[in-house]
């Protein structure tokens, strides 16, 4: 502090915030007695309020930076900061407000739950990593609480941890979370190598060393350190291959839909809204490192991502499954943005998709609430996450059903949501991006419009399956027993639906350069051509309410599409495209296989050879110990028997018997007669 | 004449006989017996030795002495006999042995 | 060789002393072997007057057969109740423990028939300047005068040890004595 104003210092402001909830993990992890709600959410709103502060102070103005001498490895010096600039103080308003809302929900979702004491601890941990994933100002710092984020989503996984597909899922987060990190450190080193840094201002600033650093003769230098040209590429694949595994891109996004094992509170804060964000966080912080080889790269691995999710989500049955891969057809979406160069489209994304998703897991999360609870009291055994069973949920339960389509709405981009201003905003960049490319990228924004004609379907079929039709496993005259989410809950999807509409974040619900937030982050790096800004919605749009009509006739008239059940193509998509069989065949049996082989070297060589040396050493020891026995105590017995012997022999020789005497007598007379003659 | 060596020899074979009998007889009284035996031996040997000597008689002399000496002698240990016998109730030499280790 | 009857009867009576001797040392039955001890006496009072020692073979006679023996005799026959139970026949045949009496008597035999036969009794100097005995002589008359003169103190001595010896013994074999 040192006579600076606490208010005018904003590091320290942004220190608190994200230190808040790390003080009531330990608290509640510490404290005996059950609870600790309260103190999480006293923490966490806290931390908000901090944020929106900071968001007043930074948004639009200078950047602050603020940096303290970490540790001293060798003769290099590394330091830990805090850096705000618009991207962190966003996702900063951005990670503490949907968790205060979700921790809101959750003391509802979660509340006759007995081990919630653990939760509100994991929350707390997850808010504090993710925060400090957003202030931090240096690539190590980055990777640290990167680590502590995927750690924390482990842990929220797997919060069930007696469910075996709970702990499954949990692993299988955690591990291909690793492969991304690998790429992420091996990038951290190769920009250390190059630039001895790995502060985020110096290197990627306005002036920064990578704008600095220029390709001659395949060389990449700056300053005074030359490498081969490939490795710009590397670094770029490899920081790149970080955010694929964060942000469940092909081929990483196995985990995202069993992730949903976990509590539908932690589905939604964590897997749709904050977490899964910080790879594109991450691509959006280091932006300049990448060269166009990767960007290129990274636009159609978010094309094919955002495609192949929406093509699974069509034939998926579990309400959250479908949610899981919608997240990963939007997160391929803002990949594929930045991939072309659509920076602040990107992000302005993110942040919509942040609000609808959540509202979307929320509401879904309350039908799920109350249809268990129904299971419970009428002992009415069923699979309540899944969408055949249900039906005709919409009179019982109005505000999960309005909070639904209205998320849905934004998310297939009807005009007059959130996520009609960024979603379109996207798919305008990239007609015109690929305007200026030729060969096979005209096939992508096509491709993306197909892609959102088809979130539109699968969307909706979700909406229609649950709250339309008539009940399919409750019978009709039970179905009064279903009332909708009490209060709490209901307040958060209020709250978040309001957050879907075009209001917050533009005045013009047409125009998504008037969005304050696109505003934030103008970046253009794309040509403008002015035909496809209002050429593209009205295709798009025209085309989702044309969709939203079939799927209508499909799942609630009947009169629609026939069902394609039993044709491969239903079956490529119900079965994931066979991801995870492949994964399982290639890497899982392989690995299994490796650690029986070891296991068995580890049990037949190893622990042969220690017990091989153990019973040479019983052998050794059993002959030493005869050897001890049979020869030493042999010849001290020996002693003792021999001279017991030469005793007995010489004591018969007093037998008290007069002939012995003479005897005795006259055979040593005899002897001494003998003896004498002989010498 | 009888040649010397004779009555030495008998008087040898007498000696050793008589000893024999006093080292494993299990009678005290035979014991006795053995020890007499050993006594006429050497008597025998001086009176042998003794026809040589006319100047001083020695030889004839001694055997004299050892005679009677030897009566002295079987006189005191037949009273001992009899006393051990009185205290063992036995006079088999075996059965005498309180002194023994 | 020819042998005159001096010899033949010599011989004779050796062999009655040696096997008299033997079995009076062999026999289990005392009584017997006391009176073999008897024809032992007697045979070697003979052998003493082959050497021409008459008078000590007739002392022979009366002090040994006639006193010694019949002492034994007597002494035997007080001692009765547990010697004849101990004349039951024991083991036929040679017992281990007469093993070393036979051997140390073998051996002595052994050791004085080697120094009688190795040494040449004529070569004795002693021997040869010594004066025989005759046939003629009277040696009672010469033990007398040796006696008196010669030997006068071992025969006082002896006197007094007749004495201490009759007094010991009639002091040890009196009645109550428990010593």
């Given amino acids: ?553 499909t799942y609630v008239t009947g009169k629609g599409i026939k069902s394609m059940e039993g044709t491969w193509i239903y079956h490529l998509s119900n079965r994931e495209w066979f991801f995870n069989e492949i994964y399982n065949f290639m890497f899982t049996r392989t690995v299994e296989k490796l650690s029986l082989l070891s296991y068995r070297f580890d049990r037949t060589v190893i622990d042969g050879l220690v017990n091989s040396i153990a019973a040479f050493t019983k052998i050794i020891s059993s002959v030493a110990d005869w050897f001890d026995r049979r020869i030493i105590d042999g010849l001290v017995n020996a002693t003792g028997t021999v001279s017991g012997y030469i005793g007995r022999f010489f004591r018969n020789f007093q037998s008290g018997r007069l002939q012995h005497y003479l005897t005795t007598m006259l055979l040593v007379v005899l002897s001494i007669f003998i003896l004498s003659y002989l010498i | 004449m009888i040649p010397l060596s004779h009555f030495l020899l008998i008087s040898a074979v007498l000696f050793c006989i008589g000893l024999y009998a006093v080292l494993t007889r299990r009678n005290a009284i035979q014991v006795l017996i053995g020890i007499e035996f050993m006594i006429n031996a050497a008597v025998l040997n001086f009176v042998a030795f003794g026809r040589y000597d006319k100047i001083a008689g020695g030889g004839q002399m001694f055997a004299l002495f050892a005679i009677v000496l030897a009566a002295a002698g079987v006189a005191v240990a037949l009273a001992i006999i009899l006393n051990v016998y009185k205290y063992f109730k036995s006079i088999d030499p075996t059965k005498t042995d309180t002194l023994k280790d | 060789m020819i042998m005159g009857i001096e010899q033949i009867i010599f011989y004779f009576f050796a062999a009655s002393v040696l096997i008299s001797a033997l079995c009076v040392v062999v026999m289990k039955n005392l009584v017997r072997s006391i009176f073999l001890f008897f024809v032992t006496l007697f045979s070697l009072a003979a052998l003493y007057l082959f050497s021409l020692a008459d008078f000590i073979a007739l002392t022979q006679v009366v002090i040994y057969a006639g006193g010694v023996l019949v002492l034994m005799l007597f002494a035997f026959m007080l001692s009765n109740r547990e010697l004849l139970n101990s004349l039951k026949p024991s083991a036929s045949g040679f017992k281990v423990n007469n093993f070393a009496g036979i051997l140390i008597s073998i051996l002595f035999l052994f050791i004085l028939l080697s120094a009688i036969i190795s040494t040449d009794l004529k070569q004795l100097a002693w021997i040869q300047e010594s004066v025989p005995l005759s046939p003629a002589d009277n040696t009672t008359h010469q033990i007398g005068i040796h006696t008196m003169t010669t030997y006068l103190l071992p025969f006082e001595i002896l006197s007094i040890f007749l004495m201490m010896a009759l007094i010991g013994a009639a002091h040890l074999a009196r009645k109550g004595n428990k010593a």
Wanted: net charge neutral; glycine share 6%.
């Fill in chain 1, 1 to 553: 502090m040192e006579g600076l104003n606490f208010i005018e210092n904003r590091a320290l402001i942004a220190l608190l915030a994200a230190i808040l909830p790390l003080f009531s993990f330990i608290i509640i992890l510490a404290s005996k007695r059950g609870g600790g709600a309260n103190l999480a959410l006293s923490g966490i709103s806290l931390s908000f309020l901090l944020s929106i502060y900071l968001f007043s102070q930074i948004w639009n103005a200078a950047p602050e930076h603020k940096q303290l001498s970490w540790f001293l490895m060798g003769k290099v010096q590394f330091y830990a900061g805090i850096l705000l600039n618009n991207l962190s103080v966003l996702m900063m308003v951005l990670v503490s407000g949907i968790s205060v809302l979700v921790h809101i929900y959750s003391r509802e979702y979660m509340k006759n739950d007995p081990n919630i004491q653990r939760y509100w601890a994991y929350l707390g941990l997850f808010c504090f990593s993710m925060l400090g994933l957003v202030i931090s100002d240096n690539l190590l710092l980055i990777y640290l609480f990167w680590e502590l984020v995927g750690f924390s989503s482990y842990l929220l996984i797997g919060f069930w941890y007696s469910k075996q597909a709970a702990s499954q899922a949990a692993k299988k987060a955690f591990i291909i979370n690793r492969i991304g990190d690998l790429g992420f450190l091996t990038g951290i080193m190769i920009i250390y190598t190059q630039f001895q840094t790995l502060d985020l201002v110096t290197l990627f600033g306005d002036n920064g060393l990578i704008s600095k650093a220029s390709i001659e003769n395949d060389l990449w230098i700056s300053g005074s350190q030359n490498l081969p040209e490939i490795w710009l590429s590397i670094a770029g694949f490899a920081f790149f291959l970080g955010a694929m595994a964060k942000s469940a891109q092909f081929p990483f996004h196995t985990w995202l839909p069993d992730a949903m094992e976990g509590p539908t509170s932690v589905s939604s804060l964590i897997h749709a809204a904050t977490m899964v964000a910080a790879g594109v966080f991450l691509i959006a912080r280091i932006y300049p490192v990448f060269n166009p080889i990767v960007l290129d790269v990274m636009v159609w691995i978010g094309a094919f991502t955002a495609f192949m999710a929406a093509t699974i989500a069509l034939t998926q049955n579990d309400i959250k499954r479908i949610l899981a891969y919608s997240t990963i057809s939007q997160l391929g979406f803002m990949v594929m943005a930045l991939g072309i160069g659509a920076y602040s489209e990107s992000i302005f994304h993110l942040t919509t998709h942040a609000f609808f998703k959540c509202l979307l897991f929320l509401a879904a999360g309350s039908v799920i609430h109350q249809l268990h609870h129904y299971c419970e009291k009428n002992n009415h055994e069923f699979n309540y996450q899944d969408i055949r069973l249900m039906g005709g949920l919409r009179k019982r339960m109005p505000f999960a059903f309005w909070g639904m389509c209205l998320a849905s709405a934004a998310l297939v981009g009807i005009p007059l949501t959130s996520g009609f201003l960024s979603k379109d905003s996207i798919l305008i960049r990239t007609f015109e991006w690929t305007a200026t490319r030729d060969g096979i990228f005209v096939i992508l924004p096509w491709l993306m419009v197909l892609t959102s004609w088809l979130t539109a379907f699968y969307i909706f079929r979700l909406i229609f399956k649950v709250f339309f039709g008539e009940p399919r496993e409750i019978k009709a005259n039970k179905l009064g027993l279903i009332n909708d989410s009490p209060g709490q809950m209901t307040y958060i999807l209020l709250v978040l639906s309001f957050f879907c509409s075009f209001i917050v974040f533009a005045f013009n619900p047409a125009s998504f350069e008037s969005s304050w937030l696109w505003k934030g982050f103008q970046v253009s790096f794309i040509k403008e051509i002015n035909y496809f800004h209002w050429m593209v919605p009205l295709i798009l749009n025209s085309g989702s309410f044309l969709v939203i009509f079939l799927s209508y006739r």
